[in-house]
């Protein structure tokens, strides 16, 4: 138990950029870092679908509430995922050979293709908030992150990693099958109870499913592997497909 709160208390600390009261490394609890990636989406989910309610409560502006809502998900993470989503963006649309590619993904720079892509997708998410009706079903913020990030679990700990991410190597020690039945069972139950409790809302788990394995498949397609930055660049992609359906069912 304890092993699997330090695993606990490390994934939040490196996943969230909310302040953790628990700062130590315990190398023997990584391999279990990513069992826990749902409940680092769900203390996520909780509080994004907090702001909502508060917002809707005390009367905040709907143009200003739709930028606090765009805003969350970005704040609350550091910047981690959208960071890869500019990166695997840059690589990916700069059409060159696949090794220029990955030089391009660990160029500090940022190019223009991950500008005009960043844009585009911050624009898009505050329409999206702009137009979601007071019927929205809040708890959707919610099921949202912990789909997103029990998906990127189940793919960061299956599919072979590029050669020089950090996936790579010792990572991988340790991780063991039973991971994968956990994570594909933890994902199950959270996408029934969506439907079970959310109704037609639910539909946001398969649509945030599909859209993070469309860009995965981009992105380990173009570079030759998984990596950090792919999850966080198909983890933006598929949490903007969801919120699609929270806006506008």
Known sequence: MKKAFRALMM???????????????????????????PAVGAWIGILWALCAWVI???????LLGAALLTAYPFLVTGGMH????????????SWREQ?????????????SFAVIAGILLVMLQFALFASAGEDANLFT????????????????????????SEYAGTYRQGVKKSHVVILSAVYLLAAA??????????FASLVVTAGYLWYLR???????GMSG??????????????????ALI
């Open 56 to 62: 809707q409560r005390i009367g905040v502006p709907a």
């Open 82 to 93: 959208m960071d890869g989503f500019l990166d695997v963006t840059d690589a990916v649309k």
């Open 11 to 37: 994934c939040m600390s490196m996943f969230c950029a909310i302040p953790c009261p628990y700062h130590g490394w315990d190398e023997e609890a990584r391999p279990l870092m990513t069992l826990f990636l």
């Open 218 to 224: 981009r992105g380990v397609k173009s570079l030759g």
């Open 193 to 202: 109870a969506g439907f079970v409790f959310l109704k037609w809302h639910g």
């Open 229 to 246: 930055d792919i999850s966080g660049y198909a983890l933006t992609f598929g949490e903007l497909c969801g919120i699609a359906v929270y």
């Open 141 to 164: 913020l919610l099921l949202i992150p912990v789909i997103s990030r029990t998906v990127a679990a189940l793919c960061v700990t299956t599919l072979r990693p590029l050669s020089v």
């Open 99 to 111: 090794e220029e590619r990955r030089r391009i993904l660990k160029d500090p720079n940022v190019g």
